[in-house]
């Protein structure tokens, strides 16, 4: 899949550890196409250099294709770098990739449990939801640490007022401000406030879940507290591997993080699987080419073995002559008939009919008779 240059038409920084992205194509027409969830590479030039690619989610609908939106912290090189970026400068991005979407043909009823900067990738699915004014239920319950630092806080608050089927709650550890409508819920997700915000129903909802590692531990454990089935919970594979292993900073949607190192893992492994898979057809050839050389030296064998016993037998049978007592009966060997090789039949041809050649005789010549005197 090749990359598709972009430039900058915005980079913000909204708060002291989250940046705001909108991109644009460099050529016109030559946009990516995604669903929400998904997530493309990004890499960007260090002088003449490309840089490592990192994946970012898409936060802009899929409708929005003359430009793209991420959301990411800086906490890490790579990001650090990035968002010191300016307008115009070139970006490159590759995808989409992730099975982590919503299908809003599956998905009547909804629940988005996010963290941090875990909100974009459901942050796509809700404006995508209400520019289709669909009718797809969709409840939001996002938590963070501070009510004064909540990613895309205004954006969820004008979607909640468009989109009647769509509900945001906000969970906060520090609530610091009041916005006068008490959308601030005190506190860190629980099975309670799970409870009461749902109403204690959950049936024929599937809960969607995007956040930093211990987040959605507790959250996941919390689903099955509520005797959530397995299969309603969705989440990127990834988020089970932890984020310890990949480098720190990559700070966007912490379930796909490390997913180049995954790619590059998985081709390794591919290429290793498909060299042991020829090793293994070299010996199980060899392994057959031996097994049949040794079944025919066994059967050469037996009919070595087999002749020389024939012989053996004649041999004696000639040599030897047995005087049979008169008053013993001898034992009368019936000897086989020696096997006669028919000579094919000549088959005689009826002779061909050959007609008589003609003798041409000459016809007589005529001789007048000879003439007397008349007297």
Not at 14 to 43: C, H, M
Not at 127 to 143: E, F, G, H, V
Not at 258 to 265: E, M, P, R
Not at 267 to 272: G, L, M, P, Y
């Amino acid at each position: 899949m090749r990359r598709l240059e972009y430039i900058i038409d915005d980079l913000t920084m909204v708060f002291s550890n989250t940046a705001s992205l909108n991109l644009v194509p460099r050529k016109e027409g030559s946009q990516i196409k995604f669903r929400p969830g998904q997530y493309g590479l990004i890499s960007f030039l260090r002088g003449n250099v490309l840089s490592p690619e990192r994946p970012f989610s898409f936060a802009s609908s899929q409708l929005e294709s003359e430009s793209l939106q991420f959301g990411f912290r800086v906490v890490g090189k790579f990001t650090t770098e990035f968002s010191q970026l300016k307008k115009g400068d070139s970006v490159f991005v590759r995808g989409p990739f992730g099975a982590f979407i919503y299908d809003e043909k599956k998905y009547k009823d909804t629940v988005f449990l996010a963290a941090g900067i875990g909100i974009t990738p459901f942050l796509s699915a809700i404006r995508y939801a209400s520019a289709q004014a669909l009718p797809n239920k969709m409840n939001l319950i996002y938590s963070n640490n501070s009510a004064d630092e909540i990613p895309y806080y205004q954006d969820l608050k004008k979607l909640a007022t468009v989109n009647q089927n769509f509900k945001a709650h906000f969970l906060v550890s520090n609530p610091g401000v009041n916005d006068g409508k008490n959308l601030f819920i005190p506190g860190r997700i629980s099975k309670t406030i799970l409870s009461d915000l749902l109403g204690g129903n959950i049936v024929g909802k599937t809960f969607f879940l995007c956040g930093p590692e211990g987040f959605m531990t507790a959250a996941v454990d919390m689903l099955r507290g509520l005797g959530v089935h397995e299969n309603d919970i969705k989440m990127e594979g990834f988020s089970q591997i932890p984020m310890s292993f990949f480098e720190k900073g990559t700070g966007i949607f912490p379930l796909i993080a490390g997913t180049s190192a995954l790619i590059t893992l998985a081709a390794f492994i591919s290429i290793n699987q498909v060299e042991s898979a020829k090793l293994l057809n070299k010996f199980n050839d060899a392994q057959a080419v031996s097994q049949q050389q040794a079944a025919e030296q066994q059967a050469m064998s037996q009919i070595v073995q087999a002749q020389s016993q024939q012989t053996a037998s004649v041999n004696a049978s000639d040599q030897n002559t047995v005087v049979v007592p008169a008053t013993v009966v001898p034992v009368t060997v019936t000897p086989v008939a020696p096997k006669i090789i028919s000579k094919p039949k000549v088959v005689k041809k009826s002779p061909v009919y050959v007609p008589p050649k003609p003798v041409y005789t000459p016809p007589p010549v005529y001789s007048p008779p000879p003439q007397t005197r008349m007297s």
